[in-house]
């Protein structure tokens, strides 16, 4: 029967078909996707504030100096008739003129008493030289470092000269008299603001900056001549502290119209709602607003200061609309400076834009330094007309009839329009204009509820609009507002807090100081308020207590500790996570905090959050008990007690699935090592002799010859490619922190020579790094040697160890943390590393105190600057020095270790590596530096530094830290309001998984249709590549065109269609484990992949076979027990065949033993495992825990799995030849339901069908195959295939399986047990027979057989001729 090749591979299918596409994978969970896994675990980069004033200003003194010589008109003015007479309101001709002159001086001083009420005033009405200098100097003198503004109004006088003069008089009256204004400058002094009513003002403004420039030029050639004049004097202040606002252009004169005031300057910064009214009524537009006249304004009801009166609601909105206009126009940092700085500055600006406005109209340009961008066509002013115009229609019926006065609809509508920013607008867009408006608002009782709730939903945008807020001046008001007992407004503040504290954690001591942690204290307390609200109050308080003794103190007395306690076991996880990290941080270093929480046996309540499902509590549970233990207050016999409790309840999670919660962990363990440092030591001698002194049979010598996968020598053969989560994080983190921070030591100097065989020694620089680091020789403990001590201490298992206490806790403790050493999650190894190693030097150098180093050798330099040793690390951009895996280990060249100065070569011969090793330098040379070097100034003695504690206490808190606490708050920074991408249905993310779910419909539709119509042969080669390493375990992507092939430590990646290699990794497993199994997870959606070897570990990777560089997800020790030497024989050993198909089982698949086996649950999460242990154990991918151990009952190994979600069902495949059945629902005991013992030998696969009335399907080495139907003891059905079957696969939709033989075939068989194919020869010119058979697999849908042999081939069969 022809087969129709395009059903297999057309792209397009008919849009019939499409209509009724299948929706399942949508209702798919998918593993491994949460933000721990996909994010660095490390807080976000603070960003730089620059919103706290480093120098807020006060003008303390104000010099009015008046010169207006009043009757008298001064020559080089002509003045119009009429003219603008008015000074300060009053008509000087109106009263005698020196009358006039002092009122007009008392009515400028109580204008400017209205902005600055506190500051000294002097008035100096038309003054001589000598009473300016003396007024100026005693202002300065009593001002000392704060403003002095210095008011200059020249009507009555000449225009300024081009000089830089401008006039006084003698005492006579009978001189106009020229004051330099160079000397005003010295008089006056800095921080100074200077106001110029006077025409041609703008002059004054050049010279004051010509002077400025003079005199630094001339303090510049003082500073380089000594004799030079001015060297001798005190330095005079630089001028660029000082602010000018003139009232004019060089080249303007005032205005003289005689509707306006003739100080009309002065009248716009001291008195602007009454000059901006007057304007408004002077303008054409005003005749639209009847009945209001001049006279009308003078009688607005109320006060400036009383927001709820017309004057006054028109002053707030006047100072809401300048500052809007400012914070818009002007460059962050200038506005700051002139509108946040000081109260005085702030209202003349704000009052400078209003000037600008109205004088603009008359011709006149008001000048300033600095200078400010034009403002006087900014659309805010429309608002203000608008205002202006509704206030003022309202006024004829006040004011005549006494009717009621309509508030403004100004703030509301300003607030609408913030609102249709944040509900409307794109992501990356201008600020919106009306943030300092919501600012004002919060003033007001009536809108601060929206505007809070606003300003929560703007702040939550991001990091950049909390910044923004914060330089709008955001922060004295929110904090201001903790002091309202208004229920409603809870909610709202903590949201914000939380969101100004993720960003700027520097907000807690403004807090304490005010009392606002009290606020947060009795929201978290408070059982009413929401889950979320009492979160972020937990945030909060955590962040109160952070590193801040004063906060740690204010909240233990506000009883924190209790409150926290009581909502350890609240149903919100989040809410269980923060409240676990405050506790955490309350007791960190401040020891009161820690005997309180004893009180409470808090830390009895946090361990029952070390089993919680969610991995972040359980890793906050395990910081909190971790800082618990980790005081260093006095010791006494009780705390020590409580010390090992937390210490042996910490150690249980020492297989926790959850690499974040084990790096915790160590985290955790290394303050009890140092609390407990002398302890630790006697102990780590103690290992340190039994490992020395116990001969283990290298591994590497143990193996038969058969088992060494031979060298890679091919010239075809590519290099590894670097994996990031190993290589290149390793190197970089061991070049910075261990670089000469852990120096290593030469432990075997009087002991005698310790032989190192080559099996310990790691294969390649990134093999040692699973283990210890690219760069051994940092280490005392090379990993070889700790994993030696983790393997021959004595003892069985982990799990016998905790809770016995046969052996002193601090042995314990030791082996938990050889345990995490070999953990197969780098940073995790990493940590524990640091810190065996830091207490094995501690150790080593107290056991020799005598022994003085030679000074010659010591390489002086603080950990943060690396010598020449750290220079070579960081050559590459953070991959491992030379002899790397990349490099030598796929040649056969012995790479030769680098010899430093001061060091002697190596004196054995150097080891020529198998399988691409590395030159086990790390013991060769005697080592002379020191560890914990304190940089250029430190001791020339190392027993100086290891006596001393501080240092090394130091060195282990220091370095030891997790982001975790970092990082959960970054959740705080991050907008919570905003939907996720993913359910974004316009988002990039959303759209690509649509799209694979169109082809994953695609592939299963296709698929079903050619194996429905029956596979008749299956033996045309469709691709065949030489793979880098013997094939051991092959797994088909289910939907794409991509194969992983794993050989013994690595994983190479092809894509089938084009034969092209697409990736090749290294998997990390230590050199004497293997690969034993692989899963695709989420194979519908995001591929992770999954690698189980035969020590019990499970790696998860990401971003292969895509041109990134693949990365770790995650790791962990699936199965604790595991010792991956064992290798169970059938049990019919008098079979001779089935001894010698176990052999060469050993040999394809490197080593003996079932190794680890594995499989995958999409639809649930779990993860089901097994190999060489006596259980199943299952692992809930979302909690990232394991939820049940089922005995398989039996006394000998796991060598197959197969679940069924749908009925809870898992059946296994044993080495004795027994298939077992179990119920995951019962009890351990009743489990088991079935067993069935046809098999007399090895089960080499047992597969359960996954419908309704699945059968299993099992095989056995002899080749028998057997169908059971669940209820039923015996087989309903049996086949006889080849004898000798090292590899099967069974084919889950077509009822195809294939063996594959020792014997170089591959037979493949359909249900009825005829054969339909038998495969000897490769496809080619030559048609090769094929090697052994060391792996096979069918593709899940489609149907492709995938076939790995022991000469390197990886070839693919398929069902059809391909359109080639």
């Not at 007992?485 to 807690?508: G, H, T, Y």
């Not at 046996?601 to 800082?627: M, N, Q, W």
């Not at 914990?932 to 006596?947: I, L, R, T, Y």
């Amino acid at each position: 029967m022809k087969m129709d090749s395009e059903l297999l591979h057309s792209p397009a299918v008919c849009l019939a078909e499409e209509e009724e596409a299948d929706t399942s994978d949508w209702n798919l969970p998918l593993a491994f996707m949460k933000k721990r896994h996909s994010e660095k675990i490390e807080g976000s980069k603070a960003l730089a504030q620059s919103w706290r004033m480093k120098d807020r200003m006060k003008t303390v003194s104000v010099a009015l100096v008046l010169c207006l010589n009043v009757g008298v008109d001064p020559p080089d003015v002509v003045k119009t008739s009429p003219c603008a007479r008015l000074e300060c309101w009053i008509d000087p001709l109106s009263m005698s003129p020196q009358k006039a002159l002092e009122t007009i001086g008392a009515n400028l001083q109580k204008q400017y008493e209205n902005w600055q009420p506190r500051a000294r005033y002097k008035q100096s009405l038309d003054p001589t030289v000598d009473e300016v200098k003396k007024l100026c100097t005693s202002l300065r003198r009593n001002a000392k470092e704060e403003r002095v503004l210095f008011h200059y109004n020249g009507h009555g006088v000449p225009r300024p000269t081009v000089n830089g003069e401008i006039w006084v008089f003698n005492k006579n009256y009978t001189q106009y008299i020229p004051l330099s204004v160079y000397d005003l400058q010295t008089w006056m002094g800095s921080p100074s603001i200077f106001v110029y009513d006077c025409s041609n003002a703008g002059i004054i403004v050049k010279s004051f900056k010509q002077f400025a420039l003079q005199r630094e030029q001339e303090l510049e050639v003082a500073a380089i001549n000594p004799n030079h004049p001015l060297a001798q004097m005190p330095l005079p202040p630089s001028m660029k502290n000082c602010i000018q606002l003139a009232a004019c252009e060089a080249s303007e004169l005032l205005p003289m119209n005689p509707d306006l005031p003739a100080d009309l300057f002065t009248s716009c910064l001291t008195t602007p709602i009454k000059i901006a009214l007057r304007w408004f009524c002077m303008q054409k537009s005003a005749k639209l607003v009847p009945g209001v006249t001049l006279d009308l304004i003078e009688k607005i009801p109320g006060r400036l200061n009383d927001r709820r009166t017309p004057l006054g609601e028109l002053n707030w909105i006047f100072t809401a609309i300048t500052d809007t206009i400012a914070w818009n126009v002007l460059p962050r940092d200038l506005f700051q400076k002139l509108f946040r700085q000081d109260l005085l500055v702030a209202s003349l600006f704000r009052n400078f834009l209003l000037a600008e406005r109205i004088m603009r109209s008359y011709n006149c340009t008001p000048v300033s330094s600095p200078r400010l961008p034009p403002t006087y066509m900014h659309a805010m002013w429309q608002a203000w007309d608008l205002a202006v115009d509704i206030c003022l229609s309202q006024l004829p019926t006040i004011i005549e009839e006494g009717t009621a006065f309509r508030h403004s609809p100004f703030f509301a509508e300003q607030l609408t329009a913030f609102q249709v920013w944040l509900t409307m607008g794109v992501e990356n867009r201008n600020p919106p204009e009306q943030l300092p408006i919501v600012l004002q608002v919060l003033l007001s009782q009536v809108h601060r509820l929206r505007a809070l709730d606003l300003l929560g939903r703007f702040l939550d945008l991001g990091p950049w609009a909390v910044s923004l807020a914060l330089s709008v001046g955001i922060f004295p008001y929110v904090l201001k507002l903790l002091q309202s007992s208004a229920r409603e407004l809870r909610p709202l503040l903590v949201f914000i807090w939380a969101k100004i504290l993720a960003v700027d954690s520097s907000c807690q001591a403004d807090l304490v100081k005010d009392n606002g942690h009290k606020y947060f204290l009795s929201v978290l307390a408070d059982p009413y308020m929401p889950a979320e609200h009492r979160t972020m109050a937990v945030f909060i308080l955590a962040v109160i207590v952070n590193s801040y003794t004063t906060g740690q103190e204010a909240c233990l007395q506000g009883n924190l500790i209790a409150i926290c306690l009581e909502q350890l076991s609240d149903p919100h996880p989040l809410l269980r996570q923060w409240v676990a990290i405050c506790l955490g941080r309350i007791w960190q270093n401040f020891d009161s905090a820690r005997w309180c929480g004893v009180r409470d046996s808090a830390h009895e309540k946090l361990y029952s959050l070390l089993s919680d499902p969610i991995p972040e509590v359980r890793c906050a549970a395990v910081f909190a008990l971790g800082t618990f233990v980790g005081n260093s207050a006095e010791r006494t016999d009780h705390s020590t007690t409580i010390d090992h409790n937390v210490a042996m309840m910490l150690a249980q999670l020492i297989n926790d699935g959850s690499p974040v919660v084990r790096k915790e962990l160590v985290v955790a363990l290394s303050h009890l090592v140092v609390q407990y440092e002398g302890n630790f030591c006697t102990v780590a001698l103690q290992f340190m002799e039994e490992e020395k002194n116990y001969p283990v049979p290298s591994t590497a010598n143990t193996l038969e010859p058969c088992n060494l996968t031979p060298v890679r020598d091919s010239p075809a053969i590519p290099r590894l490619r670097s994996v990031n989560s190993y290589t290149n994080i390793r190197a970089a983190t061991t070049s910075r922190n261990l670089n000469k921070s852990l120096q290593n030591l030469n432990l075997n100097e009087e002991g005698g020579p310790v032989t190192f065989s080559p099996g310990n020694l790691s294969t390649s620089s990134s093999a040692s790094s699973t283990l210890g680091s690219p760069d051994n020789d940092e280490y005392i403990l090379s990993f070889e040697t700790i994993d030696k001590m983790r393997r021959v201490s004595s003892y069985s298992s982990l799990n016998s160890l905790i809770g016995v206490s046969f052996n002193s806790v601090y042995t314990q403790i030791w082996r938990v943390l050889l345990h995490l050493a070999a953990d197969p999650f780098p940073e995790v190894s990493d940590l524990a590393m640091k810190v065996l190693n830091s207490i094995a030097y501690k150790a080593t150098m107290n056991a020799r105190p005598q022994r003085i180093l030679d000074s010659g050798s010591l390489t002086q330099s603080a950990p943060a600057s690396p010598t020449s040793k750290g220079a070579h690390i960081h050559q590459a951009g953070g991959s491992p020095p030379m002899p790397s895996a990349s490099s030598s280990s796929l040649t056969n060249e012995v790479p030769k270790p680098p010899t430093r100065g001061g060091e002697q070569p190596p004196t054995r011969p150097p080891y020529t590596p198998t399988l691409g090793g590395q030159a086990p330098h790390s013991h060769q040379f005697p080592r002379t530096r020191k560890m914990f070097d304190k940089g250029p100034s430190g001791s020339e003695q190392a027993g100086d530094d290891a006596d001393d504690p501080g240092g090394h206490k130091a060195y282990m808190n220091a370095n030891l830290s997790t982001g975790l606490c970092d990082w959960s708050a970054k959740y705080f920074a991050q907008p919570v309001m905003k939907i996720p991408e993913e359910h974004d249905v316009e988002s990039q993310v959303r759209k690509e998984r649509e799209w694979r779910f169109l082809r994953n419909a695609r592939v299963r539709k296709q698929s079903q249709r050619i194996t429905q119509r029956g596979v008749t042969r299956l033996d045309d080669q469709i691709f065949i590549n030489r793979n880098p390493g013997v094939p051991s375990v092959v797994k088909f992507h289910p939907f794409n065109p991509c194969i992983a092939v794993a050989d013994k430590d690595s994983i190479c990646f092809w894509d089938w269609e084009k034969a092209e290699r697409l990736d090749y990794f290294y998997n990390g497993n230590p050199r004497y484990t293997r690969i034993t199994a692989m899963e695709y997870l989420n194979g519908h959606d995001y591929s992770l992949l999954l690698t189980a070897t035969d020590d019990g570990a499970l790696r998860i990777w990401k971003n292969f076979a895509d041109q990134r560089n693949p990365e770790m997800v995650t790791a962990w020790q699936g199965l604790s027990d595991m010792l991956p030497t064992t290798r169970g024989q059938p049990s019919s050993s008098a079979h001779s065949l089935a001894r010698r198909v176990s052999i060469c089982l050993d040999r394809s698949k490197g080593q003996g033993g079932a190794g680890m086996v594995v499989d995958w649950e999409q639809e649930t999460g779990l993860l089901m495992t097994s190999g060489d242990v006596r259980v199943i154990r299952i692992w809930d991918t979302e909690r990232e825990m394991k939820v049940q151990d089922i005995p398989t009952g039996a006394d000998s190994c796991v060598t197959c799995l197969s679940c069924d979600s749908q009925r809870s069902l898992i059946a296994a495949g044993l080495g004795d030849g027994s298939v077992r059945l179990y119920d995951r629902r019962m009890g351990a005991n009743e489990c088991r339901v079935m067993t069935y013992r046809e098999h007399s030998s090895w089960v080499v696969k047992a597969h359960l069908q996954k419908q309704t009335d699945g059968k299993i399907i099992s095989v056995s080495v002899d080749g028998d195959v057997r169908f059971f139907e669940l209820r039923s003891p015996d087989s309903v059905n049996v086949l006889q295939t080849v004898k000798g079957l090292t590899a099967l696969d069974i084919h889950p939709q077509a009822n195809l399986f294939a063996c594959g033989s020792m014997n170089q075939f591959i037979a493949v068989y359909n249900s009825n047990g005829d054969v339909i194919s038998n495969i000897k020869y490769y496809d080619g010119f030559m048609g090769q027979r094929i090697g052994a058979i060391s792996c096979l697999a069918f593709h899940p849908y489609w149907p492709h057989l995938a076939v790995g042999s022991n000469d390197y081939y990886m070839s693919i069969y398929s069902a059809e001729k391909r359109l080639r």
